[in-house]
Structures are given as structure tokens and as C-alpha cells.
């Protein structure tokens, strides 16, 4: 049976994915920052679906970390699911350089970082999924570090879906809406019509990587509501505020 690895199978998205991913009958390695917190989860998806499930540690910010964790990574993932992200503080990364590092860092150095290296050790026929956000897509100015960290990973994701086709490696772009997570729990927009669950994504995530699609909207609403956000122009979007 194949492996399939979970960057962050601590975040709510990641959690659902891990569950279909085994119910699909793929053994996992889950990682965290903090890999204690993984155990409850991984002894629950062994029992529940018969898998083999290794838990290990990594910070896809600790990019020195980030070979020698690809390079020891057995058995080999075929699938990938890089889920790392974090929303930050946009008033706060104005004025504090962690802040703005924290940002970037985690929605794009580290995620690239953890993808680029361990794609050497990938075999043909494996497919990568990287989350990004329809955040990317037109950054608002109340979310304009967050939303330009996720333009610049979604970039590199088309970036790497072309370069790695010959080689019969497969990238799927994943631009999630609004998603009822620990992320957006503190957002008014998280409580409203057009808020996803994790689940419901982690549907579509998976079956993404089974149909090898290259971009992903989910829900499905969201690619029209970008196509219709992208079009508008730069005065409307300002008097829109958020
Ligand atoms: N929720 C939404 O509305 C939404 C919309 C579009 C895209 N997304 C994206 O979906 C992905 C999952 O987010 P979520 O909504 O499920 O939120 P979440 O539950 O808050 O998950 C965020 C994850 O990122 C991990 N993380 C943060 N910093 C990290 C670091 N330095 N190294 C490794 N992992 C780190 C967290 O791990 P710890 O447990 O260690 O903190 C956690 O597992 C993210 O990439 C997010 O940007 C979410």
C-alpha cells in the first residue's frame, strides 16, 4: 500500500485530509511542530482505518531541518499534502519584522522549502497538493501579507507543476475559500453563508489528487467568485474596505 505525508496533520483541513486519505487506504506520516500533539490522532486513524501511521517533528520554517527530514523520510509518500500555513497579524506585520517574517515564512519559504526538497526523493507517478488560498488570488488590504505570501506559493506551484510534468510528478494548486478552522474562528466572515468545513474541503483535496486536477477552488463557488473579484476594478475593490 502507498504513503502519503501531511505536512502540519495539526491544522483542521489537515485532520480531515489525514481521515480520507487512510479511509482511502493510504498508510500516513503526519508531522508537527510538536509531535506529542499528533498521538491521539495517529492511534485513531490505526485503529479506525487498519493503517500504518509515523508521526515526526518539523517547522517548515527550520529549512536547515529540511533535507535531512526528506532525506530520512521512509517509507517514500507518493502523496504529498503540504497544509502549513498561518494567517498573522496584518496591523502587526506593519510595524514588527518577526511578525512580517513569521508570515512569509510559514504561507511561503518554508512550505517551498519543504516541497523543494523533498521532491528529489519522489517517485514518478506521485502527486504534490499544495494549500494555498483564494487569498492570493486579489490581496485586500486588511490581509495583504497573508494574501501575497499565498499569490507567491500559488505562483510556484504552477511554477513546479510545469517543470515536474516530464518527469510524471503532478502539482495541484489548492485555493481554499473561507473554511470554519481554528485559523479563521476569531473572523466575523468564518460565521458566514459561504463558509466551508474542513471535511467538505478535505473532500475535495483528496479528490483533486485522485482526478490530478491543476487547480483546485473549494468549495467549487469560489473559482467564479475570484474570476468576478479579479475583474473588478482597484476603486471598487478600495470602497470595499476589508
Ligand atoms: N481556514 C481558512 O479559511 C483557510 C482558507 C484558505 C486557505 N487556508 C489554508 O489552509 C491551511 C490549513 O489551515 P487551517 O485552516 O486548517 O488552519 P489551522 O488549523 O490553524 O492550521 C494551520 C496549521 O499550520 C501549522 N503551522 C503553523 N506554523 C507552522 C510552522 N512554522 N511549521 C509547521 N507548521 C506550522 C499549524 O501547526 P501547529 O499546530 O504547530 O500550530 C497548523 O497545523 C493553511 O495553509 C491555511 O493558510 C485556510
New binding site residues.
Given amino acids: 500500500m502507498a504513503w502519503a505525508l501531511v505536512?502540519?496533520?495539526?491544522?483542521?483541513?489537515?485532520r480531515a485530509v489525514a481521515h480520507r486519505l487512510a479511509a482511502a487506504g493510504y498508510h500516513l506520516h503526519l508531522t508537527?511542530?510538536?509531535p506529542d500533539?499528533l498521538h491521539d490522532d495517529a492511534q485513531d486513524l490505526r485503529i479506525r482505518y487498519e493503517v500504518e501511521v509515523k508521526v515526526h517533528a518539523?517547522?517548515?520554517?527550520d529549512t536547515a531541518h529540511h533535507p535531512s527530514f526528506a532525506a530520512e523520510l521512509t517509507p517514500r509518500p507518493e502523496v504529498v499534502v503540504m497544509?502549513?500555513?498561518?494567517?498573522g497579524d496584518n496591523d502587526l506585520a506593519e510595524r514588527d519584522a518577526e511578525e512580517r517574517a513569521r508570515i512569509m515564512?510559514?504561507?511561503y519559504n518554508?512550505p517551498v522549502s519543504v516541497i523543494a526538497t523533498l521532491v528529489p526523493h519522489l517517485p514518478a507517478g506521485s502527486v504534490i497538493a499544495g494549500?494555498?488560498?483564494?487569498?492570493g488570488e486579489r490581496p485586500r488590504a486588511s490581509l495583504y501579507y497573508y494574501g501575497s505570501a499565498?499569490r507567491g506559493f500559488s505562483g510556484w506551484l504552477d511554477g513546479l507543476r510545469m517543470r515536474l510534468k516530464p518527469k510524471g510528478i503532478h502539482v495541484v494548486t489548492v485555493k481554499?475559500?473561507?473554511?470554519a478552522?481554528?485559523?479563521?474562528a476569531h473572523l466575523p466572515i468564518?460565521r458566514g453563508p459561504l463558509t466551508a468545513t474542513?471535511e467538505k474541503v478535505a473532500a475535495d483535496i483528496v479528490n483533486a489528487i485522485r482526478k490530478r486536477k491543476a487547480t483546485l477552488y473549494t468549495p467549487w463557488f469560489w473559482r467564479w467568485i475570484m474570476l468576478v473579484m479579479k475583474l473588478m476594478p482597484e476603486f471598487v475593490i478600495q470602497r470595499m474596505k476589508a
Fill in positions: 505536512v502540519s496533520g495539526t491544522s483542521d483541513i489537515g508537527a511542530r510538536r500533539t518539523l517547522d517548515v520554517r497544509m502549513a500555513g498561518y494567517l515564512e510559514t504561507n518554508g494549500i494555498s488560498s483564494v487569498a499565498k481554499p475559500g473561507v473554511v478552522t481554528k485559523m479563521t468564518a474542513p
